[in-house]
């Protein structure tokens, strides 16, 4: 006889088994409690728009190749959202002038982009973005980064195996008006910055001059990419550092002139922090100033500096340095046993009367050994397992089993709650 055939997830989708979950749930919540310590507000937007959306912000690529994109039954090009900001956009330009500046908004929300899965990288992923908007000044872009650090320091990612480096657009273009790099040229030498870390010494300083750089541009823009004291040299990136000092994050935070943010909204302070731990630099969040926000939206103009970090790479590297939490199977450390039938509804109410007293349980769905019943407790990490049998009864108490010592007490039910959060409490 055959055996049935279990249909595969959609290719690049993510499925959440408890411990997965249990992965993701850790993330959300240190992305929250980040987020909220310096007053952000939560938000979210739709997770389908339409396609026109994303036409005037993001890029061709984006929109062309990697967007999930499809017809709807009344006619309209709409896609699973592949990034949030042109909706930040539209959801701040339709209230622009009831809403209350400096702004600050957070999301942790699911995305969809149709790219090659591979490590680090799916179809389907969760996104922490978060900005603030309204304020134009190297201050706002170190609160970003103090908040970022913020969310390292929680997840016990120390100095030395995550950093942020940061860099100013403005800066760049200066220094490029000294090396004669002509505007149009900018975004191909801004892209081949990007591309440096990646590439073998020689191989990039061949592709920078068969990309229409001279000899001595080159040599320039090697000298630029390397001057890590250049940062002294301009007021906003001064006044940053001065901040992030007062802020206290100082130590995860240095000037990097590679950092180019390829994007084109960028306009001014950018940053990326990097996992460190494995030798090999992996970008776990980036983000930076774009002062062109609403523009393209309809709305007046409005100053705004934020950054997004994915959850599988950040997944990926909590893992590898043992930073997440161990999995507990059940939220519930207390088992009430059934006896047997003539006992459920006691074991019920006993569990919803433990309930009451905000201790967490499960109550065992049906009459069974009571050996299979403390198995199936310890293999779900349950601490305690209570039983209800005709002695407990007509005395009043409850057998309390601590199924990490094996010591087995009686206890009377009207003392059972407090009992059992000391024990909890490991008292």
């Known amino acids: 006889m055959a055996k049935n055939i279990i249909v595969p997830s959609v290719k690049g989708t993510r499925e959440f088994y408890p411990e997965e979950m249990a992965r993701r749930n850790f993330i959300y919540e240190k992305v929250r409690e980040a987020s909220q310590s310096f007053g952000?507000?939560?938000?979210?937007?739709?997770?389908?728009?339409?396609?026109?959306?994303?036409?005037?912000?993001?890029?061709?690529?984006?929109?062309?190749?990697?967007?999930?994109?499809?017809?709807?039954?009344?006619?309209?090009?709409?896609?699973?959202?592949?990034?949030?900001?042109?909706?930040?956009?539209?959801?701040?330009?339709?209230?622009?002038?009831?809403?209350?500046?400096?702004?600050?908004?957070?999301?942790?929300?699911?995305?969809?982009?149709?790219?090659?899965?591979?490590?680090?990288?799916?179809?389907?992923?969760?996104?922490?973005?978060?900005?603030?908007?309204?304020?134009?000044?190297?201050?706002?872009?170190?609160?970003?980064?103090?908040?970022?650090?913020?969310?390292?320091?929680?997840?016990?990612?120390?100095?030395?195996?995550?950093?942020?480096?940061?860099?100013?657009?403005?800066?760049?273009?200066?220094?490029?008006?000294?090396?004669?790099?002509?505007?149009?040229?900018?975004?191909?030498?801004?892209?081949?910055?990007?591309?440096?870390?990646?590439?073998?010494?020689?191989?990039?300083?061949?592709t920078a001059l068969e990309a229409g750089l001279s000899q001595s541009q080159l040599d320039g823009l090697i000298a630029l990419l390397e001057n890590k004291e250049l940062w002294k040299e301009w007021d906003d990136l001064v006044r940053l550092f001065a901040a992030l000092d007062a802020l206290g994050v100082s130590e995860?935070?240095?000037?990097?002139?590679?950092?180019?943010?390829?994007?084109?909204?960028?306009?001014?302070?950018?940053?990326?922090a990097f996992d460190l731990s494995g030798g090999v630099r992996r970008a776990l969040l980036g983000g930076g100033r774009y002062n062109n926000l609403l523009a393209d939206v309809g709305g007046d103009p409005l100053s705004a500096v934020g950054f997004a970090m994915g959850d599988v790479v950040a997944g990926i590297v909590l893992d590898d340095n043992g930073l997440i939490p161990e999995f507990e199977p059940s939220p519930a450390p207390v088992l009430v046993t059934v006896f047997g039938k003539e006992f459920m509804t006691e074991s019920l109410a006993l569990s919803a009367e433990l309930r009451e007293s905000g201790i967490k349980v499960m109550s065992y769905p049906k009459a069974d050994k009571i050996g299979k019943q403390f198995k199936f407790a310890n293999k779900m990490g349950m601490k305690i397992a209570l039983i209800l049998g005709a002695d407990e009864v007509e005395s009043d108490q409850v057998a309390v089993k601590n199924l990490v010592s094996g010591e087995q007490v009686k206890v009377t039910r009207a003392n059972i709650s407090e009992k059992i959060k000391k024990m909890l409490a490991g008292d």
């Open 40 to 206: 952000y507000q939560e938000w979210d937007a739709p997770f389908i728009e339409t396609l026109e959306l994303y036409a005037a912000k993001s890029g061709e690529e984006l929109v062309k190749e990697q967007a999930f994109t499809f017809t709807d039954r009344g006619g309209s090009e709409v896609t699973l959202r592949p990034e949030l900001t042109p909706s930040l956009a539209r959801m701040i330009a339709k209230k622009q002038r009831q809403l209350v500046y400096p702004l600050r908004w957070w999301s942790f929300g699911p995305f969809w982009r149709y790219e090659r899965p591979q490590k680090g990288r799916s179809r389907e992923f969760f996104q922490w973005n978060i900005d603030m908007l309204g304020p134009d000044s190297p201050e706002a872009d170190a609160e970003l980064i103090a908040v970022a650090v913020k969310f390292m320091q929680s997840v016990g990612l120390n100095p030395e195996l995550a950093r942020v480096y940061v860099n100013n657009r403005q800066l760049m273009d200066s220094e490029f008006d000294k090396l004669d790099i002509p505007t149009e040229s900018r975004l191909m030498v801004s892209n081949l910055v990007d591309r440096r870390s990646k590439m073998k010494a020689d191989a990039w300083a061949k």
């Open 252 to 272: 995860y935070v240095e000037f990097d002139p590679n950092i180019m943010r390829g994007l084109l909204y960028y306009t001014g302070t950018v940053f990326e």
